[in-house]
């Protein structure tokens, strides 16, 4: 095998110092891991070997060689410059197979996500994450970019709005979420903070006027508007007269752009979400019990992952997830098996491997003296920490039930290469660099 | 703090949210822990009793009656003697093998569910179950209703219930497999309230899935809600006398009381008898395939050319637009010339004469010049522009679009536009002789004999009518408040006066004045009607009739549409006059009764 630059001996030499084995080695404890909470998970009801094919856990382990075989490609054979040419043309092409998808897939409850070409599945969103970050990272890293050039902020919504438009045309509400992730990446590379406020702002007055009434939520908005409003004119003393008077216009904008979102939660709530999504929400917020039917997902996951108490009950030894009372458990509800079975320590493991792999990920990125791979490397943290926020958030109640994997361990081959091949594209840019550097 | 810095921090938070909740739910809250380390729930549904139909008078039409249902749950099935089983059930042992070998094959995705294993056995097989089901583990016999008819009185206007599919689940979430939906009918449309509220009880199982006590002693258990009783407009000795009638022939009756628009008895023949209802699984094959389309409700989704019914409307929009007055006369000998060579004919009779005989007579030329009248009418500018204005008039009539009644599927008929004939012949390219068949009620209007039947119901009302409707106000269902409200017509209520004269003379001006419903008259009840004949073009004439009565205050109106029957006179108007007449004295009066008898021995299939 040849190095990167063509001269035999640089692989030898580079391997230890340039790619980040820590990062290697998450990853690696992340798939057993979730490998074995898989076995587990299927155990009761399909009692077999874990290297039975025909089973969860034996198609895992297929998934889990081939993304091996994958990530080595990756690692030592692409050339990663490849990546930031080919970016326009893969996401092109991923973006069409997100639009085709809609058209000639199966209705898979309600979504329309998956191609099905004979016994193989899988579904574009996935790949799409990759490819919008990668041409998310070309665009941005042009030497003139200027995240306050606003046809380049318009260029950088359209990369990021269109594939997420086009997923919540196949109903994966969960998969185009996660694309709010690269709101981080953004503020990253100069997107002001406000937004970033701002979308929490229009989160909590949702929560708030579903929860409460209209008018705690116009004060709780009367209130952040003030603050705001004095906390910029304390920036701008020395300022003119003028940027005092655009700040009070925008203020005062934003308070009534509040109000509005505040008398039009009930009615997006109503007419603009669906009917399921509404119910999710309805039980995560309290509003309404429904033991038997939407509820059910999450009680029945909170019981499983509550009843693990500090140490778990064991390997195997699992009632809830083995008894077929938590569904979904190899896929989304994975992370009930780690609960039930491995208790608070499992979780705290699993939960810390992920913190120190985004961790890592994040500083690499921010140490690289490339913009692209910097950028790439805080999309991939993006969407790591999505993935994990929003899935572990819902097994616990603490998010609204939402159908995404959890990255690396949940069942299911389309969810593993995509990370897989994310990840490792990260840590080949990252070695490149490291072995100029 | 640099922006890393401050992304790092918030990574940090997020992640201790969620340890903290972790920390929460499995180490300081120990309701997790007694939920599951004892265990899950178990809920075990209680159906309620799907509402009852009642008639107008009280009758129940729809009743609930038990039947049993076999269910397993194959992970609690032990090995059993299949042949025990198949006996007990009456069923052959190799339905009981096929089904276990389908558990076995999908056991992964049944996994603790109970399924469904055989539907509506007979008592006595339940009983011989029941006595021996402690050997036959898993499998559990369980009391359902299912829907029993005490009248056979309107099969196509009660409709089916049925087991929901995976199709219907996932749009409609509340229903789950096994459960039961109204798919036509009154069962359909009124479904809602019928249905009720499933009710359930909570049972916790440990994890080796056997029941041990009730979940938090019942707390959480919900008791079933009975469905609403639903009472309907219909009479059901009406309908039942109707559909006898109408035995062996096809087509439709309608009868609505004018006074409040609610529907007394709707006909499609052929219909379905109610005891097929009950077991509308057994039989769809055998329905489907039945050329006649008994499923087919031809009273609100059938489109027929009304014919000379329709005499009426045009007269009325006449007398509105002041292009005809009462006293016009008009020549008619046998029929009127147009284009040439052309003659639309009509039958022998006086001439010349005005409006109360030409509709007595059912005068073709007549209301030829009508309608010649109405479109040259020199208020408009061409021809199209009067065509909208007297379209516009009909569907105020409650034609060529829904009347908006209560009942499901109902189907709008046709009124042509005038851009429909510009695209046919040409901007500009047609003219009264071009459509001269609507005059009568041909050609390409299209109407449902419930728009027929509100025809009848708006001459007895005078112009107006109420939206027909087949739900009555009742206790817990109260009916939109449209059903209430007079719908007027465009046609000033004064000018009805002329036209329900001359369906009362059409009646009761003897033969010898050329009245075409002479045969409807009954003595004392002041009759009024109309025949029809509505040309088909896929075979012998359609026969229409409509008519209410009394003629002051009318109590009911009736419209007969009979197909491929011959004249109106003949069958369509023994049947209306005939339902009139057994609605208004109960009975058929002797000297009416070789009417009945003719159409009751009569059948065209």
């Known amino acids: 095998m040849k190095g990167i630059d063509g001269t035999p001996g640089s692989f030898d030499r580079g391997l230890r110092k340039t790619v980040d084995w820590r990062l290697v080695i998450c990853y690696l404890l992340l798939v057993l891991i979730g490998w074995i909470n898989i076995y587990a998970s299927i155990h009761s009801t399909e009692p077999a070997s874990i290297f039975d094919w025909s089973a969860r856990s034996g198609k895992q382990f297929i998934w889990i060689m081939t993304a091996f075989v994958l990530d080595i490609l990756i690692l030592f054979v692409i050339n990663p410059r490849l990546w930031e040419v080919i970016s326009p043309y893969t996401y092109v092409m991923v973006f069409f197979l997100l639009v085709l998808v809609i058209f000639v897939s199966k209705d898979v409850k309600g979504s329309h996500s998956w191609f099905e070409l004979g016994p193989v599945k899988f579904q574009p969103a996935e790949i799409s994450k990759i490819t919008t970050s990668l041409l998310l990272a070309m665009v941005m890293s042009k030497p003139n970019f200027r995240m306050s050039n606003r046809k380049h902020a318009l260029a950088v919504a359209a990369i990021i709005g269109l594939p997420m438009l086009a997923i919540l045309g196949e109903s994966e509400t969960g998969s185009a979420l996660v694309y709010v992730g690269f709101l981080f990446v953004l503020y990253r590379e100069g997107l002001s903070g406000w937004w970033l406020f701002l979308l929490g702002m229009a989160i909590l007055l949702f929560i708030l006027t579903l929860v409460t009434h209209w008018w705690i939520s116009v004060a709780v908005l009367f209130v952040a508007c003030v603050a705001f409003y004095i906390r910029v004119l304390r920036q701008s003393r020395r300022e003119a007269i003028n940027f005092r008077r655009l700040a009070l216009r925008r203020t005062l904008l934003a308070f009534a752009a509040g109000v509005m979102m505040v008398f039009a939660t009930g009615f997006i709530f109503e007419n603009v979400l669906q009917d399921h999504q509404r119910k999710r929400i309805e039980v995560l917020l309290g509003l309404k019990e429904d033991p038997a039917g939407v509820g059910y997902n999450v009680r029945q996951s909170m019981i499983a992952i509550g009843s693990g108490g500090m140490f778990g009950k064991g390997f195997l030894h699992g009632t809830q997830t083995t008894y077929g009372f938590v569904p979904e458990q190899s896929t989304d509800f994975i992370f009930c098996t780690v609960g039930e079975e491995w208790g608070f320590f499992g979780c705290l493991a699993v939960i810390l491997l992920y913190v120190f792999m985004i961790w890592r990920i994040i500083t690499d990125a921010d140490k690289s003296r490339e913009a692209f791979t910097r950028i790439y490397g805080y999309c991939l943290a993006a969407c790591l920490f999505m993935h994990l926020f929003i899935n572990i958030g819902m097994t616990i109640g603490l998010m609204p039930v939402i159908g995404i994997p959890l990255p690396l361990l949940s069942y299911g081959g389309s969810s593993l290469w995509a990370f897989s091949v994310m990840i490792f594209v990260f840590i080949a840019l990252d070695r490149q660099e490291k072995k100029y550097f | 703090m640099n922006r890393k810095n401050k992304l790092l921090t918030g990574l940090v938070a997020v992640a201790a949210i969620l340890l903290g909740k972790l920390f929460y739910i499995q180490i300081v809250n120990d309701k997790y822990k007694v939920d599951a380390s004892n265990n899950s729930m178990v809920y075990n549904y209680i159906y309620p009793p799907r509402g009852v139909i009642y008639d107008r008078n009280g009758e129940i039409l729809v009743g609930n009656e038990v039947c049993y249902d076999i269910s397993v749950t194959p992970r609690d099935v032990q090995p059993f003697d299949t042949l025990a089983l198949a006996t007990a059930l009456d069923v052959p042992v190799d339905f009981i093998r096929e089904r276990m070998a389908y558990y076995r094959k999908y056991r992964t995705r049944i996994g603790w569910q109970t399924l469904s294993f055989l539907k509506h056995i007979t008592p006595e097989n339940y009983i011989r179950f029941a006595e021996e089901a402690y050997r036959f583990p898993g499998f559990k016999a369980e009391v359902r209703s299912v829907r029993q008819y005490p009248f056979n009185a309107g099969g196509n206007l009660l409709g089916y219930i049925s087991e929901v599919d995976a199709d219907f689940i996932k749009n409609h979430p509340e229903y789950r497999s096994g459960d039961y939906v109204g798919k036509t009918g009154l069962e359909a449309a009124m479904e809602d309230k019928l249905r009720g509220v499933k009710g359930y009880h909570i049972y916790l199982r440990d994890s080796r899935n056997?029941?041990?006590?009730?979940?938090?002693?019942?707390?959480?258990?919900?008791?079933?809600?009975?469905?609403?009783?639903?009472?309907?407009?219909?009479?059901?000795?009406?309908?039942?006398?109707?559909?006898?009638?109408?035995?062996?022939?096809?087509?439709?009756?309608?009868?609505?009381?004018?006074?409040?628009?609610?529907?007394?008895?709707?006909?499609?023949?052929?219909?379905?008898?109610?005891?097929?209802?009950?077991?509308?699984?057994?039989?769809?094959?055998?329905?489907?395939?039945?050329?006649?389309?008994?499923?087919?409700?031809?009273?609100?989704?059938?489109?027929?050319?009304?014919?000379?019914?329709?005499?009426?409307?045009?007269?009325?929009?006449?007398?509105?637009?002041?292009?005809?007055?009462?006293?016009?006369?008009?020549?008619?000998?046998?029929?009127?010339?147009?284009?040439?060579?052309?003659?639309?004919?009509?039958?022998?009779?006086?001439?010349?004469?005005?409006?109360?005989?030409?509709?007595?007579?059912?005068?073709?030329?007549?209301?030829?010049?009508?309608?010649?009248?109405?479109?040259?009418?020199?208020?408009?500018?061409?021809?199209?522009?009067?065509?909208?204005?007297?379209?516009?008039?009909?569907?105020?009539?409650?034609?060529?679009?829904?009347?908006?009644?209560?009942?499901?599927?109902?189907?709008?008929?046709?009124?042509?536009?005038?851009?429909?004939?510009?695209?046919?012949?040409?901007?500009?390219?047609?003219?009264?002789?071009?459509?001269?068949?609507?005059?009568?009620?041909?050609?390409?209007?299209?109407?449902?004999?419930?728009?027929?039947?509100?025809?009848?119901?708006?001459?007895?009302?005078?112009?107006?009518?109420?939206?027909?409707?087949?739900?009555?106000?009742?206790?817990?269902?109260?009916?939109?408040?449209?059903?209430?409200?007079?719908?007027?017509t465009m046609v000033d209520t004064t000018h009805f006066k002329t036209a329900v004269e001359g369906m009362y003379m059409a009646v009761n001006g003897g033969g010898s004045a050329g009245g075409t419903a002479f045969s409807a008259r009954i003595p004392g009840l002041d009759v009024c009607g109309k025949t029809g004949t509505a040309q088909n073009p896929h075979g012998k004439d359609n026969s229409v009739f409509i008519c209410f009565a009394p003629k002051d205050n009318p109590k009911i109106a009736v419209a007969a549409y009979v197909e491929n029957a011959g004249f109106g006179a003949t069958w369509a108007l023994p049947v209306a006059s005939l339902m009139l007449e057994k609605y208004l004295t109960g009975e058929i009066s002797e000297s009416r009764k070789y009417l009945e008898d003719r159409l009751l021995t009569t059948r065209f299939f």
């Open chain 2, 210 to 488: 056997r029941v041990q006590s009730p979940y938090m002693d019942g707390a959480e258990d919900k008791e079933a809600e009975p469905g609403k009783d639903v009472v309907s407009t219909i009479d059901a000795h009406l309908q039942q006398y109707g559909q006898r009638l109408m035995e062996g022939k096809v087509g439709s009756v309608v009868a609505i009381e004018p006074s409040t628009g609610e529907i007394l008895a709707m006909v499609s023949s052929p219909g379905i008898d109610v005891d097929v209802l009950s077991d509308i699984g057994k039989h769809y094959a055998e329905i489907a395939r039945n050329p006649r389309k008994p499923m087919f409700n031809r009273t609100v989704m059938a489109s027929y050319p009304p014919g000379s019914v329709f005499k009426l409307v045009n007269g009325l929009i006449g007398l509105q637009e002041g292009t005809l007055v009462p006293s016009n006369s008009y020549p008619c000998a046998h029929g009127f010339p147009y284009g040439g060579n052309h003659r639309l004919g009509c039958h022998g009779h006086a001439s010349p004469l005005n409006l109360l005989s030409a509709i007595a007579t059912s005068c073709n030329g007549y209301f030829c010049y009508v309608f010649r009248n109405i479109l040259d009418n020199k208020k408009y500018k061409t021809t199209a522009e009067a065509f909208d204005v007297w379209r516009e008039h009909v569907l105020s009539f409650g034609f060529g679009r829904k009347l908006g009644s209560d009942f499901p599927s109902e189907l709008g008929g046709n009124i042509p536009t005038s851009a429909f004939y510009d695209k046919v012949y040409g901007k500009g390219r047609w003219r009264f002789q071009t459509i001269i068949s609507l005059s009568i009620g041909q050609g390409e209007i299209g109407a449902t004999p419930l728009q027929i039947a509100n025809l009848a119901a708006t001459m007895a009302n005078r112009g107006y009518y109420y939206i027909p409707h087949i739900v009555k106000d009742s206790e817990g269902i109260e009916i939109d408040p449209k059903y209430k409200e007079r719908q007027y």
